[in-house]
C-alpha cells in the first residue's frame, strides 16, 4: 500500500466554511488518484479546538466530518496531537489498509487558523472563549500572569539552547533564509522575496529571542492524502521507516527542554539517513527546525550553529531541508505544519516540485507536536 493521491490548500483568510474547504481539497486529492468519494471507505482526520467554525461537534466529531464529505467509512480515527498527527495519519492508514479494514483510506488534516485568530485567543487559549472547554489539568504551573504560549515558550527554549551551547541569533536566523530561498521557487508559498540574516534579525522581537521572520503565520488551509493498495496516477511512495514518541512530563520533570520527543521517535529510521535525499522537518519555529536536526541524528546535540553556517540547506544545497520553504512561507494551516512539510515530501518523491525539484527516491519527514516536548513522529517515505 501506499500514498496514492494527496493535496493541499492554504489561503491567508478563506471566505468560506472549513467544510467548504475540506471538500475543495478532498476533490483535488481524489483528481489526483483518479477515484471518486465512493471508493473511500476510511477516514482519518485531526481536530483541534476553534479550528472548525460554525457550530462543531464535541461529541463524535466524525460524524459530522463525514456527513459534510460524504464519506461512507468502515474505518475511522482522529488524531489530536498538532503537528505531528499528519505523519500519524499515514501510518495509522497504513495499517488499516494492510490489516484489510479499508481499501482506501483518507487522511485529512488542517482547520482555519483566522476562526481562532477573530476570538482573539490562540488554540492554546481557546477555553477562554469556549466554554467546558478544559484545556490543561496544570494551570498552576502553566498559568501565571498571562498564559505561556508556543512563541514564548519557543523563545525560552531558544534563549536557553544558545545559553547552553553558544548558538547566535545570526546562525538561527540562517533557517530562515535558507527556507526563503526555497519558498521562490514555490508559486504556493505566501511569502517568495527574497530574505538575508539581517533582514530576519531587523524584524521585530516577539518575545526575546525570537523575531517576526522566525515565527510562523496561522493560516486557513487543509491537506489531504489518499493510502491505498490500489494503483494511481501517482508514483508508489511506500513507507520505509517510522517512529513515535509521546512524552508527558512537564518542563520541571526533564532533564533539560533542548531535546524534543525526535531524539526517541527517530531512533528506529537513523539507519535511512544516508539514504536521504531530503528533508522535511516541522518549523513552527527556527528553533524547531535547529533542534529536529540534532535530535534525528544529522548533527551532535549543541553543534548545529556551526553546522548551519558551513552547510547549505537550500534545493540547490548539500542537505536539501524544508524544500518548499515550509510553513514559515508557506503559512501553518490550523496551527499545524505537519501537513504542509508531508506535501511537500509527496511532491519531491513524485518529481512534482518544479524548478525545486532535487531527485528524491527517499525524504525523511517529522512532525512535532504539543510545542516541542510532547509529540514527534518520523515517517520516511521513498519510492
Not at 496514492?4 to 486529492?29: I, P, R
Not at 529536529?292 to 551532535?300: A, K, M, P, S, T
Amino acid at each position: 500500500m501506499s500514498v496514492v493521491g494527496f493535496a493541499g490548500s492554504v489561503h491567508k483568510k478563506y471566505e468560506g466554511s472549513a467544510f467548504d474547504l475540506a471538500n475543495e481539497v478532498v476533490d483535488k486529492a481524489l483528481d489526483s488518484a483518479g477515484m471518486e468519494r465512493k471508493d473511500v471507505d476510511g477516514l482519518v482526520s485531526t481536530f483541534l479546538p476553534g479550528v472548525w467554525d460554525g457550530a462543531t461537534y464535541r461529541h463524535f466529531f466524525t460524524n459530522q466530518l463525514r456527513q459534510a464529505l460524504n464519506i461512507k467509512a468502515k474505518y475511522v480515527d482522529v488524531l489530536d496531537f498538532g503537528g505531528a498527527s499528519a505523519m500519524a495519519s499515514i501510518y495509522r492508514a497504513h495499517k488499516a489498509v494492510k490489516g484489510g479494514e479499508a481499501d482506501v483510506v483518507l487522511c485529512l488534516v488542517g482547520g482555519k487558523g483566522s476562526e481562532v485568530r477573530s476570538r482573539g485567543v490562540t488554540v492554546d487559549s481557546i477555553d477562554r472563549v469556549e466554554g467546558g472547554v478544559a484545556l490543561t489539568p496544570f494551570d498552576w504551573l502553566l498559568r501565571t500572569n498571562v498564559d505561556l504560549n508556543p512563541v514564548t515558550d519557543y523563545a525560552l527554549v531558544a534563549a536557553r539552547h544558545s545559553k547552553l551551547f553558544g548558538t547566535t541569533d545570526q546562525q538561527r536566523a540562517l533557517i530562515a533564509v535558507y527556507q526563503r530561498f526555497n519558498a521562490g521557487a514555490n508559486p504556493t508559498a505566501l511569502y517568495r522575496d527574497p530574505l538575508t540574516v539581517e533582514g530576519v534579525l531587523s524584524s521585530p522581537t516577539v518575545s526575546w529571542p525570537l523575531h517576526l521572520l522566525e515565527v510562523v503565520y496561522p493560516v486557513d488551509g487543509f491537506h489531504a492524502f489518499l493510502v491505498s493498495r490500489r494503483s494511481s496516477k501517482m508514483r508508489s511512495v511506500e513507507i520505509k521507516g517510522y517512529g513515535e514518541a509521546h512524552w508527558h512530563e512537564l518542563p520541571p520533570e526533564m532533564p533539560d527542554i533542548v531535546t524534543t520527543p525526535a531524539a526517541e521517535s527517530s531512533r528506529q529510521v537513523r539507519e535511512f539517513l544516508h539514504k536521504v535525499d531530503a528533508l522535511e522537518l516541522y518549523d513552527s519555529f527556527t528553533v524547531t527546525v535547529m533542534l529536529q536536526l540534532e535530535d534525528i541524528g544529522v548533527v551532535e546535540k549543541g553543534k548545529v550553529g556551526s553546522f548551519l553556517e558551513r552547510t547549505d540547506l537550500t534545493y540547490k544545497g548539500t542537505l536539501p531541508t524544508n524544500t518548499g520553504g515550509g510553513s514559515l512561507n508557506v503559512g501553518q494551516p490550523a496551527y499545524m505544519s505537519g501537513g504542509v512539510v508531508l506535501e511537500e515530501a509527496l511532491l519531491q518523491l513524485n518529481d512534482m516540485a518544479g524548478h525545486r525539484n532535487v531527485g528524491a527516491r527517499n525524504v525523511l519527514t517529522n512532525g512535532i507536536g504539543g510545542w516541542s516536548r510532547s509529540h514527534s513522529v518520523t515517517l520516511v517515505l521513498g519510492t
